[in-house]
């Protein structure tokens, strides 16, 4: 039961495209949240609560440095499996 629960969790936290998109940016490198919310042009309250949603589904990992809070992909391959179940959608769909 509980693996269907943190995959459950995974599932919601991809399932909205600015959540993806913070995803595919932290594939980059580590960044600190205040750097989200002009990219994405919404307010840092949101991409503190995305962020969050990230985290508890296990998807990010954060560190405070000083006031500033650093974020991180949990696993580097993240961005392989997400780009393969890109894949995998696409090919149901067309």
């Not at 599932?11 to 595919?24: D, F, I, N």
């Not at 750097?35 to 954060?62: K, Q, T, W």
Request: aromatic letters at 4%; charged letters at 30%.
């Amino acid at each position: 039961m509980k693996r269907t629960t943190s995959l459950t969790l995974v599932g919601k936290a991809l399932a909205h495209p600015l959540r993806e998109r913070m995803l595919w940016m932290l594939g980059d490198g580590e960044r600190c949240g205040c750097e989200f919310a002009p990219e994405l042009d919404v307010d840092p309250s949101i991409v503190s609560r995305y962020l969050a949603v990230l985290e508890r589904a296990g998807l990010v990992n954060s560190r405070r440095e000083g006031i500033r809070v650093m974020w991180q992909l949990a696993d580097p391959q993240l961005l392989e499996i997400l780009e393969r179940v890109a894949e995998l959608a696409n090919e149901k769909v067309t």
